[in-house]
């Protein structure tokens, strides 16, 4: 199985922030990784799929970089809605997500 | 518009058995897979398992090979998690989420049924 290292498992900060969270796994994916968004009581929201693709209607704030093995999620200035927790998961055979980033505010 | 409708909550007591559903519409049903994922309560995603409703072929996580079963009815669009003998540990929220099969873009998910299992 491929596991799938997210960190920081939480993270504080404040409107206006540049945010990174990476996730590292056990062995290469290619650019087969996905990240979503995931607030209280919510199914997940897809942001990024193939590591940099941002989904459709998804704000450009955010991005994604990587290939094979590291991975990161950047929020370019981090805004009131984005407090939530954040999941990266791969794709590459069947599917395993990372821990999760809680992002709360400072 | 693509969506993925499941079943309402349920309330169980141990050693009884369940079904949920995940009926989807906007789409032709037979071209992505549907996965099933859980989430207990305060905790992360994990994955269970999918199916491929064209031919109701099934890949199963190993945590949960055995304890669930995962199918499909193409004819009415929807996809099946059940258990034959639930415990209280199998209490969670379950998704289902549509996967394209040829470039595993899953972009819809379904609104989450919560299961409680308790005596």
């Known amino acids: 199985d491929i596991q799938m290292t997210q960190s920081p498992s939480t993270l504080s900060a404040s409107v206006g922030d540049r945010v990174t969270i990476t996730c590292r796994a056990s062995q290469s994916i290619s650019s087969w990784l996905a990240w979503y968004q995931q607030k209280p009581g919510k199914a997940p929201k897809l942001l990024i799929y193939k590591a940099s693709s941002l989904e459709s209607g998804v704000p450009s704030r955010f991005s994604g970089s990587g290939f094979g093995t590291e991975f990161t999620l950047t929020i370019s200035s981090l805004q009131p809605d984005d407090f939530a927790t954040y999941y990266c998961q791969q794709y590459n055979s069947y599917w395993t997500f990372g821990q999760g980033t809680k992002v709360e505010i400072k | 518009e693509v969506q993925l409708v499941q079943s309402g909550a349920e309330v169980k007591k141990p050693g009884e058995s369940l079904r949920i559903s995940c009926k989807g519409s906007?789409?032709?049903?037979?071209?992505?897979?549907i996965s099933w994922v859980r989430q207990m309560p305060g905790k992360d995603l994990e994955w269970m398992g999918r199916?491929?409703?064209?031919?109701?072929?099934?890949n199963y996580s190993p945590s949960f090979q055995g304890h669930v079963t995962i199918s499909a009815d193409r004819s009415i669009s929807t996809a099946y998690l059940q258990w034959s003998s639930l415990k209280a540990s199998d209490t969670a929220m379950y998704y289902c989420?549509?996967?394209?099969?040829?470039?595993?873009?899953?972009?819809?998910w379904g609104q989450g049924t919560l299961v409680t299992v308790s005596s």
């Open positions: 199916i491929d409703p064209s031919d109701s072929y099934t």
């Open positions: 906007g789409y032709s049903f037979t071209n992505y897979w």
């Open positions: 989420a549509r996967q394209d099969i040829l470039t595993g873009h899953t972009g819809y």
